[in-house]
Structure formats: structure tokens, C-alpha cells
């Protein structure tokens, strides 16, 4: 799935490390996420919005819109 | 058995400590066996319970391989579980196709505990082209 993962992560300057503890997954899993190996879960991605204040659909695309 | 890249994981590190503790088990009823420590075990029980304690730590070690998909974050769990059913199924059809070789075209017997091993060699076949969870 399409996203703006690296891009926010880059921007505040983590390492794919530390996205991965703030999220509480593994470093693998961030990597899979930004390369859209990996389709994240509602919780996640609900994850992910709330740790960059975004909305969900700002951070990945809607494949289906 | 597994290798996922460079997981440091605490699931990933509990899954290798477990691996080597039934590895280590397996290696030593085996080596035992093959100096002879059971050659005389004469009664059908406990010639079931060795059996069973050859068997356990093969269990133990599957067991240790669905702990690490339970105690992984979703992208690793996806990833092992894919891998671990494309290698189930191979492993099946091989096996499959070698007893019916055996029961149609005299291919000689091959004991059923190959089973476990043959599933590891199909993981490590399969595991460099499933890197993906979708």
C-alpha cells in the first residue's frame, strides 16, 4: 500500500529503529511498511496516524477511492 | 531453522534459545541411541516411550516456531505463517508423492520422521522468495 511512512519518519529525523519502538513493532516491520511489503492492520495503521497526528488516510493511500 | 535478517527481537531470541535447548535434546536421545544406549529395551511400552522422548523435542521445536508467529509483531508473524504453510503443503506433496511411490512403483521405503527434516528443507527452499506478507 502506498504511503508517506519514510517521509513523516524522516522528517522528525527517526531511524527505522525507533519508529519501530514507538509503534512497538520490530525494525523489519517498518521496512515492510515503507517498501509496501507489508499492508499494515486497522490497529496500526490507527497506530500510526495517532503517533504522527494524522489522519489515516493521510499517511497511507486509499487504494480503494 | 528460521532466519529472519537481522532480528534482534526478544520473540526472535526466545524462538533461537528454544531452538538449540530441543536441538540439543534431540542431538543427545540420537547420539545416545546410536552408541547403543537403548539396544535393550525389550517391552513394546518402552520401546513407545522412546518413542515419544525422540519425538518430544521435534514437537518442542514446532511448538517453539508457532511461539515466535504468537509473540511477533504482525509483519513477522505474517511473513513466518505464509512461509510455514507454502512449506507444510510442499513438504505434504512430496511426501505424498513418495508413498504412493512406495505403495505403486516400489520406490523404497523411506521412514515417516523424514517428515520433519523434508519440512525444513522446503522452508529454506521456499523462505528467500516469501518476503512479503500480502
Not at chain 2, 105 to 115: G, S, T, Y
Request: with cysteine; proline share 5%.
Amino acid at each position: 500500500m502506498k504511503n508517506r511512512l519514510k517521509l513523516l519518519r524522516v522528517e522528525r529525523g527517526w531511524t527505522q529503529e525507533q519508529l519501530g519502538q514507538a509503534l512497538g513493532v520490530s525494525r523489519q516491520a517498518v521496512n515492510a511498511l515503507e517498501t509496501e511489503k507489508h499492508d499494515p492492520s486497522l490497529d496500526l495503521a490507527y497506530r500510526i496516524a495517532v503517533l504522527f497526528a494524522r489522519p489515516v488516510e493521510e499517511i497511507f493511500d486509499n487504494p480503494h477511492a | 531453522m528460521l532466519a529472519l535478517g537481522k532480528s534482534t527481537s526478544s520473540a526472535h531470541k526466545r524462538y533461537v534459545v528454544r531452538t538449540i535447548a530441543f536441538m540439543s535434546g534431540y542431538v543427545a536421545i540420537n547420539v545416545a541411541a546410536i552408541f547403543g544406549a537403548f539396544d535393550d529395551i525389550a517391552s513394546p511400552v518402552a520401546a513407545w516411550v522412546l518413542a515419544l522422548a525422540v519425538s518430544a523435542p521435534v514437537i518442542g521445536q514446532i511448538w517453539a516456531t508457532l511461539a515466535l508467529m504468537r509473540e511477533s509483531d504482525e509483519f513477522v508473524r505474517a511473513v513466518v505463517a505464509k512461509q510455514f504453510i507454502l512449506a507444510s503443503g510442499l513438504a505434504m506433496a512430496v511426501a505424498s508423492v513418495w508413498g504412493f511411490g512406495e505403495s505403486y512403483a516400489d520406490a523404497p521405503h523411506i521412514p515417516a520422521w523424514i517428515i520433519y527434516p523434508l519440512f525444513w528443507a522446503c522452508f529454506g527452499l521456499i523462505a528467500p522468495f516469501v518476503k512479503s506478507s500480502s
